[in-house]
Nanobody, 115 residues
């Protein structure tokens, strides 16, 4: 059983930055890919960014150029660097790991962008 623990959320002003971390209980090297999703109140959960085991990345159009996903295999950690934050980035951010045929989710971390 894989456990994922997110951290790094909080309250930030528009234009500010945050870095989210997702620590896995096992080696992330064996995962097919890992990703960050977010869910705002009253909305469906949506993909923010993903990174494959080979390092290929993918981003939602709404965050391209502002967010960067990266991984540190030695620390079993995936990061999401979020810059130029906007009010519409406010959501609970979830870490997801896929090791086929299984999918694992973290508990989420709240990000609030407000002045």
């Amino acid at each position: 059983q894989v456990q994922l623990a997110e951290s790094g959320g909080g309250l930030v002003q528009p234009g500010g930055s945050l870095r989210l971390s997702c620590v896995a209980s096992g080696s992330i090297f064996s995962f097919n890919y890992m990703a960050w999703y977010r869910q705002a109140p009253g909305k469906q959960r949506e993909l923010v960014a993903s990174i494959s085991s080979g390092g290929s990345t993918n981003y939602a159009d709404s965050v391209k150029g502002r967010f960067t996903i990266s991984r540190d295999n030695a620390k079993n950690t995936v990061f999401l660097q979020m810059n130029s934050l906007k009010a519409e980035d406010t959501a609970v951010y979830y870490c997801k790991a896929v090791k086929l045929p299984f999918t694992y989710w973290g508990q989420g971390t709240q990000v609030t962008v407000s002045s």
